[in-house]
């Protein structure tokens, strides 16, 4: 009784956290409402009809993507915060650090599409452009890098896994974050210093805010080598080794067994073969310091690591696509005074952009059903915030 006194008084701070982004959610619905009349009639009373359709694209496909980042990213913090387990094993710092940059992908989705689309101001000034894109690009690259950290732990557990605790510290974590936050924010601040398009034109005037109109092609391969091609070059050599080390495992162990079997037949009589079973699996728990050192994956290790490769599955599809049609029209627009733009190169320019956000989407739900720490820490969080709300 007292323990239920306590818990009515001063609800936990996960369950203020996950009412408080119900809670902005409702609020964002609201505000995007009274966005879309606003556009709507913007667009038609300066007659470009076109607007029309990024009004849709905005509001009707990123307002619940930008809601399911959210709720699905706040979640997996407060897994990470509820959980003693999840906080005592380094790996999940990682996590829940990557749980964060998508929270701010989130943030940022509909204000910044909102203000390249339809502020002038914004569309207008090449430093207002910048700025934009560089909020949106930042986290997105942080996110990116995030899944090669993931990709780099999961080799440490698989090939390293009696030094892990020695070689993986939280100290190391914070620090690694720690560079990557800086890495991006340096990358994405040399537009600004001057590794940018130059226009001679003083008249000119941008129509819209998209990458093309102030990366050169030398920046755009330069980031997309960085922070791209790199990291996938990387994390496909270390699941490679991975699934190399997997299937030599589930050799040496089929041999085993087929050995065991073909002994026990020359033997020809079962209580001699229990007897040999019996003296072996005695022998094998005598020896299990030396197997351990010499061991393949576990199957605990291969399901982290398939799990970290659908990720891995998600980063490709989500993000070649974006990038390819970026630098695509970086370098069509690289010669001319005037960028080339209409509105149906610009719409796919936008829906483009939408797949990088949908990785957002993707990795909470990855997670959640992947690990089986991630759901019971979230069923707790939600049945507790339901059972609050009850009372």
Same mark, same amino acid.
């Given at each position: 009784?007292?323990?239920?006194?306590?818990?009515?008084?001063?609800?936990?701070?996960?369950?203020?956290?996950?009412?408080?982004?119900?809670?902005?959610?409702?609020?964002?619905?609201?505000?995007?409402?009274?966005?879309?009349?606003?556009?709507?009639?913007?667009?038609?009373?300066?007659?470009?009809?076109?607007?029309?359709?990024?009004?849709?694209?905005?509001?009707?496909?990123?307002?619940?993507?930008?809601?399911?980042?959210?709720?699905?990213?706040?979640?997996? @913090?407060?897994?990470?915060?509820?959980?003693?387990?999840?906080?005592?094993?380094?790996?999940?710092?990682?996590?829940?650090?990557?749980?964060?940059?998508?929270?701010?992908?989130?943030?940022?989705?509909?204000?910044?599409?909102?203000?390249?689309?339809?502020?002038?101001?914004?569309?207008?000034?090449?430093?207002?452009?910048?700025?934009? @894109?560089?909020?949106?690009?930042?986290?997105?690259?942080?996110?990116?890098?995030?899944?090669?950290?993931?990709?780099?732990?999961?080799?440490?557990?698989?090939?390293?896994?009696?030094?892990?605790?020695?070689?993986?510290? +939280?100290?190391?974590?914070?620090?690694?974050?720690?560079?990557?936050?800086?890495?991006?924010?340096?990358?994405?601040?040399?537009?600004?210093?001057?590794?940018? +398009?130059?226009?001679?034109?003083?008249?000119?005037?941008?129509?819209?805010?998209?990458?093309?109109?102030?990366?050169?092609?030398?920046?755009?391969?330069?980031?997309?080598?960085?922070?791209?091609?790199?990291?996938?070059?990387?994390?496909?050599? @270390?699941?490679?080794?991975?699934?190399?080390?997997?299937?030599?495992?589930?050799?040496?162990?089929?041999?085993?067994?087929?050995?065991?079997?073909?002994?026990?037949?020359?033997?020809?009589?079962?209580?001699?073969?229990?007897?040999?079973?019996?003296?072996?699996?005695?022998?094998?728990?005598?020896?299990?310091?030396?197997?351990?050192?010499?061991?393949?994956?576990?199957?605990?290790?291969?399901?982290?690591? +398939?799990?970290?490769?659908?990720?891995?599955?998600?980063?490709?599809?989500?993000?070649?696509?974006?990038?390819?049609?970026?630098?695509?029209?970086?370098?069509?627009?690289?010669?001319?005074?005037?960028?080339?733009?209409?509105?149906?190169?610009?719409?796919?320019?936008?829906?483009?952009?939408?797949?990088?956000?949908?990785?957002?989407?993707?990795?909470?739900? @990855?997670?959640?059903?992947?690990?089986?720490?991630?759901? +019971?820490?979230?069923?707790?969080?939600?049945?507790?915030?339901?059972?609050?709300?009850?009372?």
């Amino acid at each position: 009784m007292q323990f239920t006194s306590q818990a009515s008084s001063t609800p936990p701070l996960s369950v203020w956290m996950l009412n408080e982004s119900l809670e902005l959610s409702t609020e964002i619905l609201f505000t995007s409402v009274s966005l879309i009349n606003s556009s709507i009639e913007s667009s038609v009373s300066q007659e470009n009809p076109d607007l029309t359709i990024y009004v849709v694209l905005i509001f009707v496909v990123l307002l619940p993507l930008s809601i399911c980042v959210l709720v699905g990213n706040i979640l997996v @913090i407060i897994a990470v915060y509820n959980s003693f387990y999840l906080r005592e094993r380094v790996f999940y710092y990682v996590v829940g650090s990557m749980a964060v940059t998508d929270l701010l992908v989130g943030f940022s989705i509909i204000p910044l599409y909102y203000a390249a689309i339809f502020v002038q101001t914004v569309k207008e000034s090449l430093y207002g452009c910048m700025t934009m @894109i560089s909020i949106v690009m930042i986290p997105s690259t942080i996110s990116i890098l995030h899944v090669l950290i993931i990709a780099a732990d999961r080799y440490i557990a698989v090939f390293y896994s009696l030094e892990y605790i020695r070689l993986v510290t +939280k100290r190391r974590i914070f620090i690694t974050i720690a560079v990557i936050w800086a890495f991006a924010l340096v990358l994405h601040s040399l537009p600004f210093v001057g590794w940018r +398009k130059t226009n001679s034109d003083p008249n000119f005037v941008m129509q819209y805010c998209f990458t093309d109109q102030f990366w050169t092609p030398s920046f755009a391969c330069f980031q997309f080598g960085l922070t791209v091609v790199a990291p996938l070059c990387i994390m496909i050599g @270390i699941y490679a080794r991975i699934i190399g080390a997997a299937r030599h495992q589930a050799r040496r162990v089929d041999a085993q067994q087929e050995f065991a079997f073909n002994r026990s037949e020359a033997n020809g009589q079962l209580s001699i073969i229990s007897a040999d079973v019996e003296s072996n699996s005695h022998s094998c728990e005598s020896q299990a310091p030396a197997v351990r050192i010499r061991r393949g994956p576990t199957t605990a290790e291969l399901k982290a690591t +398939k799990t970290s490769a659908i990720v891995l599955g998600t980063f490709l599809v989500c993000w070649l696509p974006a990038y390819c049609i970026h630098i695509s029209f970086t370098f069509i627009n690289s010669n001319r005074p005037e960028p080339l733009h209409n509105p149906t190169i610009g719409l796919l320019q936008a829906m483009s952009n939408l797949l990088p956000f949908i990785s957002s989407v993707a990795n909470p739900v @990855i997670y959640a059903f992947r690990y089986k720490d991630f759901r +019971k820490s979230f069923k707790q969080s939600l049945q507790f915030s339901f059972w609050r709300r009850g009372n």
